[in-house]
């Protein structure tokens, strides 16, 4: 899997996520995703009829093993490092209307802005699981595979002119997407009358920092649920 995320720019875990786990986590969310989506229906933050919301830490929407999966984390570790943390956890949601969205890159900043185009090993990866069932009606992502290791422009040009494809990513219950942010990809059309929500943590390597995207605190209780080993790669602030 690693050798196909270096190649590809990502790469699939079929069924790896417990659908229990995964069901209890929408069960709970879906009313706090209905809220919001009511009353910020008119305040789209990524496009028409798509939504970022920071997750919960709150059972059972937050659960150790989204966190701590081992297969998951020997591929981000052995994909960066062993000392990666996670420091995003969050929600995309495509609601019915939307339309595709323009190729693009996530965290566009690059590392080092006098040489954007400098290639560097991967120092962030992003780890993604659907909360029902993502078919090609329900807009999935489409990912252009390997253009994480191309000059931006010139990825730009080959997906343009279709030399480099978009495939779908559809994705069953307990299926992971892990992806490099730099590989080109959009949100396709939600073609049926239910929200599309897509949950994901990110992972840097320890030294980098950034605060692109909003996150929630982690309740006290929680974090004093957890093992030191646990603790130590949860970068984000924590709460009463």
């Not at 991967?122 to 990912?143: C, H, Q, W």
Request: charged share 20%; aromatic share 10%; hydrophobic share 35%.
């Amino acid at each position: 899997m690693i050798t196909e995320l270096s190649r590809n720019g990502f790469c699939v875990l079929k069924s790896h996520l417990a659908a229990p786990l995964i069901d209890a986590c929408r069960e709970a969310f879906w009313p706090m995703l209905t809220g919001y989506i009511e009353s910020h229906c008119d305040q789209p933050n990524r496009g028409p009829n798509r939504h970022f919301l920071p997750m919960p830490f709150d059972p059972p929407c937050f659960a150790p093993e989204f966190f701590f999966d081992g297969g998951v984390l020997d591929i981000i570790r052995g994909a960066m490092d062993e000392r990666v943390v996670a420091d995003q956890w969050g929600c995309d949601v495509a609601l019915p209307g939307s339309q595709n969205q323009e190729a693009h890159v996530d965290y566009q900043r690059p590392l080092f802005e006098e040489t954007p185009d400098l290639s560097l090993p991967p120092y962030m990866l992003v780890v993604s699981f659907a909360l029902r069932r993502i078919t090609n009606a329900d807009g999935p992502i489409e990912i252009a595979p390997g253009t994480h290791r191309m000059p931006r422009e010139q990825a730009v040009r080959a997906v343009a002119s279709r030399e480099i494809e978009l495939q779908p990513v559809p994705l069953e219950i307990g299926d992971v997407l892990i992806r490099h942010p730099w590989a080109l990809h959009r949100g396709t059309p939600n073609t049926t009358g239910t929200p599309r929500p897509l949950v994901s943590i990110r992972y840097v390597r320890r030294w980098y920092s950034d605060n692109s995207r909003e996150t929630n605190s982690i309740p006290l209780y929680i974090w004093n649920s957890l093992t030191p080993e646990r603790q130590a790669p949860m970068r984000f602030p924590v709460g009463d």
